[in-house]
């Protein structure tokens, strides 16, 4: 025992410590940040999602007046176009108030949803890159994104993947 009590045996156990401190530290570092990266991955894929459906929706009914796109839009028929296998879709008036939702075809009926003023923020100015919002069971988070739908300048709606 008198071997581990000099002070070579000490420093070994010093910088042994400190190793595991820093690579614990960089360890827990790097799960945010990939964390991070993985959510503005997810997020950026459903915004493209969803600008991509919306221009098709719009050319598909571009032949009708302004009042019955905006019908449209608000409709269960643009969340239908909207979901996918792992997405659900809603869709949200200016007020915060849910006008459709349509869940994902895999998985649960579950469509998550923020809070009212989460909708109201969104439809007022430019909406986060992503929301976290938790399941009713309150262990699964789900990944939010939230886009603002115009008439030209004029927001409509907000819908949600």
């Known amino acids: 025992m008198s071997r581990f009590r000099s002070l070579r045996w000490r420093l070994t156990f010093l910088y042994?410590?400190?190793?595991?401190?820093?690579?614990?530290?960089?360890?827990?570092?790097?799960?945010?940040?990939?964390?991070?990266?993985?959510?503005?991955?997810?997020?950026?894929?459903?915004?493209?999602?969803?600008?991509?459906?919306?221009?098709a929706f719009r050319k598909a009914n571009a032949s009708r007046p302004a009042a019955a796109l905006r019908a449209l839009i608000l409709s269960q028929q643009f969340t239908n176009e909207l979901r996918s296998r792992n997405t659900s879709a809603a869709v949200f008036d200016l007020n915060g108030g849910q006008v459709a939702l349509t869940p994902?075809?895999?998985?649960?009926?579950?469509?998550?949803?923020?809070?009212?003023?989460?909708?109201?923020d969104a439809a007022r100015s430019k909406p986060q890159a992503y929301y976290l919002a938790t399941g009713s069971d309150g262990t699964t988070?789900?990944?939010?994104v939230l886009n603002v739908v115009r008439n030209g300048t004029r927001p409509l709606a907000v819908a949600q993947l």
């Open 16 to 55: 042994l410590g400190l190793l595991a401190v820093l690579l614990l530290a960089g360890g827990v570092a790097q799960y945010f940040a990939a964390r991070e990266v993985l959510f503005r991955t997810n997020a950026d894929v459903l915004a493209s999602e969803y600008s991509a459906v919306f221009t």
């Open 141 to 144: 988070n789900y990944l939010v």
């Open 104 to 120: 994902a075809s895999l998985g649960t009926e579950q469509v998550p949803t923020l809070t009212t003023q989460a909708y109201i």
